[in-house]
Each structure stands twice: as C-alpha cells, then as structure tokens.
C-alpha cells in the first residue's frame, strides 16, 4: 500500500510541473499576442469601424448628421464617380493581364541556367519597384511631354509624323498611365515566380522533354500549373493595387484631361480636400472599393478553381 502511495504521488509531481509550465507558456505567448492584437484592433479594425459609421453621415468638418443610405445611393447618381469606376475598371482589366503575362514570361526567361548574368537582369527589372512613387511618376510626366524624349524618338525614327499628346488627349493619357504601372510593378510580381519556378524539381522538365514536350508545351503544361498559387495570389495583390491606384495618376496627368484618368482613390482625395469637405460621402467611396475588391477577388477564385471561395 504505502508503495502504491508513494508511486501515485512521484506520478502527480510530473504532471503538475507539466501543467505548470503549460500555463507559463501559454501565458507568455498570449502576452505577446495581445500586444499586438491590441494595436492591430487600435490602428486597423477601429478607424475600419469609424469609417463604416461615417459613410452614413454627411457634412462638413465635424458638423455630421446621420443620413443613413442617401450617400451609397448618391453613388449610383454621381457621374464623376461613375467616370472614376469606369477608368479605374479599364486600367485593371487592361494593365493587370498585361503585367502578368509579362512578369510571367520574364520570370522563365530569368530561370533559364544558361543565360549569362541572371543577377544583373533580374536586378534591373526589379528596380523600378523600389523607386519613389512620386519621383518617377514625374520623370514620366516629362517623359511623355509633347516635347519629350518618346515623342522625340518617335518622330526620329519615322513612326510619327507630329507629337502624341500623351497627357492631354484621353485615349493616350490613359495609355500612359498603364505604361507607368506596368514598368513598375511587373518586376515585384516577376520575383514571387521566379521564387517559385526555382523551387519547381528540374526532374519534371527532363522528364517531359523525353517525353517529347517542346518548351510551348513544357510552359503550358508544367509552368503554368505549377504556378497556380502564385498567380492567383499576384492577381489579387495586383487587383487591390489598381483599385487603390492614386500617386501616379495624381502626379502625371491629375485626373485629366477632364476625367478621362480619374481613379476612385483620387475622387476620395478630392471629396476630402479639393472640392468642398465632404468626408461622411469621401468614406461611402472608400467602401465602394472594399466592395469592388471582394468581388474582384471572389471572381479571381472562382476562376482559379478554389473551392474554398
């Protein structure tokens, strides 16, 4: 008996130090988890919240009064807004194919073990997404000035017989704006596939090339699915990028000419501190955006085949 006693109680000991140092650790790890939920909640979700609560209020400065569903029913009468959709919508279903494509097939080029100074290609391509929104956004804007260097060149070579009006015809203002986004995000997103084509076993490319495959089929076949993830992840990135799209409009062609390359994201800015203050109408926009990316981004899964979505 007393035996029997003294081996239940060595069996105790264990398990309480066991459960004592569950609870230390646990207690550590949530320590630092609230630190940071806290401040995520303060910085995020709140003016998140904040803003939802506004977008039923109207006025200016802090004289808001609640006007429930009138500014989301503005928003189908606006015609600036409307514009701002309209060219925003363009740019996306234009600009993003574009750049991913392009990101895409850069990306293979690059992971080709034969060619001679990947680093400094790769590099180069890459650099234009470290630069400054604004610096570059106004090299640009002199870039396509009716007396820059693309005209000039243009005209030098032949293929024009008089200047393109880049920033103040409609058509070219916007093909200009999706030349400036295309040379600086395509290299971001050529770097999560060249990541990934660089983890992708060599084994499977030597086994399709005895197999026969030639390198249209290899690309269609092998890369492309192989790619899937990271194409729907840099289709969602790249769509939330264009819907919020705002410095380069602002600082190449402002908006214009007239409208014709106004974003959502500048109309926000507008409506806020460049028309007469009207923030309760400026965050009802705001969530319009919200809607338009879960949308986009509902579609973009569905597309890829994601059952979760």
Request: proline share 4%.
């Amino acid at each position: 008996m007393l035996q029997a006693a003294t081996k239940q109680t060595i069996q105790q000991k264990p398990r309480k130090s066991n459960n004592k140092l569950r609870l230390k650790n646990g207690l550590i790890g949530w320590s630092f988890i609230t630190i940071a939920t806290l401040m995520i909640g303060l910085f995020y979700f709140y003016p998140m919240a904040q803003a939802l609560i506004l977008s039923f209020q109207s006025g200016a400065g802090s004289n808001l009064q609640f006007v429930g569903f009138d500014n989301y029913i503005r928003l189908f009468t606006d015609p600036t807004f409307i514009a701002a959709v309209k060219n925003t919508v363009t740019y996306l279903i234009i600009q993003v194919p574009i750049m991913i494509i392009l990101a895409l097939l850069i990306s293979v080029l690059l992971n080709d073990k034969k060619l001679k100074l990947k680093g400094f290609f790769r590099t180069a391509i890459f650099l234009p997404c470290i630069t400054s929104l604004v610096a570059y956004s106004v090299v640009f804007k002199y870039l396509f000035g009716s007396d820059g260097i693309i005209n000039q060149m243009l005209i030098n070579f032949s293929l024009i017989s008089e200047p393109i009006q880049w920033l103040t015809d409609p058509f070219w203002a916007k093909v200009t704006i999706i030349i400036a986004i295309t040379w600086r995000w395509t290299g971001y997103n050529m770097i999560f596939y060249l990541s990934a084509l660089q983890n992708v076993d060599n084994s499977i490319y030597e086994a399709a090339k005895i197999d026969g495959a030639n390198a249209f089929q290899q690309f269609f076949k092998i890369t492309i699915p192989m790619l899937k993830p990271i194409i729907l992840f840099t289709s969602i990135t790249s769509t939330i990028g264009t819907l919020q799209l705002f410095d380069e409009v602002m600082n190449i062609t402002k908006g214009g000419p007239g409208n014709a390359t106004l974003t959502i994201s500048q109309y926000i800015y507008n409506l806020s501190f460049k028309y007469t203050p009207d923030f309760g109408y400026a965050a009802t926009v705001s969530y319009a955006i919200v809607i338009m990316i879960v949308i986009f981004s509902i579609i973009q899964f569905k597309v890829a085949g994601d059952k979760n979505a």
